[in-house]
């Protein structure tokens, strides 16, 4: 069965919003995902395709209101937690 | 978007994460500054629209962009060593390309740079393969009926980018001048040059 992430097709999402925004990063938060995510893939820690894996299975309805940066970091520390590297709730305030 | 508050415990979660990961001796904060500025000096939409003028002005160049993407970008020094296959699809007066990433947001980063917040989206993902046609009226792209539109789904493996239909009457500009005329949404196909 299709995952969430496979949108191909599907109706109902409304209008695109157009707007051409050169910035990369609207966050400092969103810089520091996406330099942890290329650190820890090349130490080797997980690869591309296990990080997609993880973003694939968030469940729909986090999925669809989850900002694009969040969906990242969600996937990062359910590997993280995966492969025993940070313990369940070991995030948690 | 998200809201401020949302925004803080994000960010306080992301820097709790690095903290950790430092404790444990995994990464450390010089280690992601390092790999993020190489990330981003790699990546940018100039080294796209390099390719383009070249190929404009060249006509080998163009046939050995169009045969293997990966190995001419490569000649200019862009994707040294990346795993992924590029292939670059050209406009004509018959046809109009656009690519897309209808799973996630696969897209030929060494080329363009970070993608728009619009690649992104479940709108622009889902709808492009479904209307392409009304999709780039959206972008303010009008294409005359008579032209068919191609739609490239990116995979984690192959990535497009479109190669633009060269303005008429401009044959006098040099590569740098003809560069100057091509956007980020040029490569991606949602606008036309």
């Known amino acids: 069965m299709a995952r969430i992430n496979d949108v191909g097709g599907t109706q109902g999402f409304g209008a695109i919003d157009t707007t051409d925004d050169p910035e990369p990063f609207h966050a400092d938060w969103e810089a520091r995902v996406v330099g942890l995510f290329n650190a820890l893939r090349a130490q080797g820690i997980f690869n591309t395709n296990e990080f997609r894996d993880a973003i694939e299975a968030i469940p729909p309805a986090t999925y669809l209101t989850m900002p694009y940066y969040e969906r990242w970091f969600t996937a990062i520390t359910v590997l993280l937690e995966r492969k025993g590297v940070i313990e369940p709730g070991e995030l948690d305030e | ?193």
């Open chain 2, 1 to 193: 978007m998200s809201g401020d508050h949302e925004d803080a415990s994000i960010s306080r979660r992301v820097r709790r994460l690095e903290t950790l990961l430092e404790e444990k001796g995994v990464v450390t904060a010089g280690a992601v500054d390092e790999v993020l500025d190489a990330f981003l000096a790699g990546a940018s939409p100039v080294n796209g629209v390099r390719v383009v003028a070249r190929a404009w002005t060249d006509d080998a160049y163009r046939a050995r962009l169009l045969t293997d993407g990966t190995a001419a970008v490569q000649e200019l020094g862009f994707m040294d060593g990346s795993f992924q296959r590029l292939r670059v699809v050209e406009n004509t007066d018959a046809t109009h390309n656009v690519i897309v990433c209808t799973l996630c947001s696969c897209y030929p980063l060494p080329l363009l740079g970070p993608s728009p917040g619009w690649y992104k989206s479940e709108a622009y993902r889902s709808r492009v393969v479904r209307e392409p046609r009304s999709v780039l009226a959206e972008f303010g792209l009008q294409l005359p009926t008579t032209t068919d539109i191609t739609v490239w789904d990116s995979s984690a493996e192959s990535r497009y980018m479109v190669l633009p239909r060269r303005p008429a009457g401009m044959e006098s500009l040099s590569e740098d001048e003809l560069a100057a005329l091509v956007s980020r949404n040029a490569l991606i196909g949602t606008a036309a040059v």
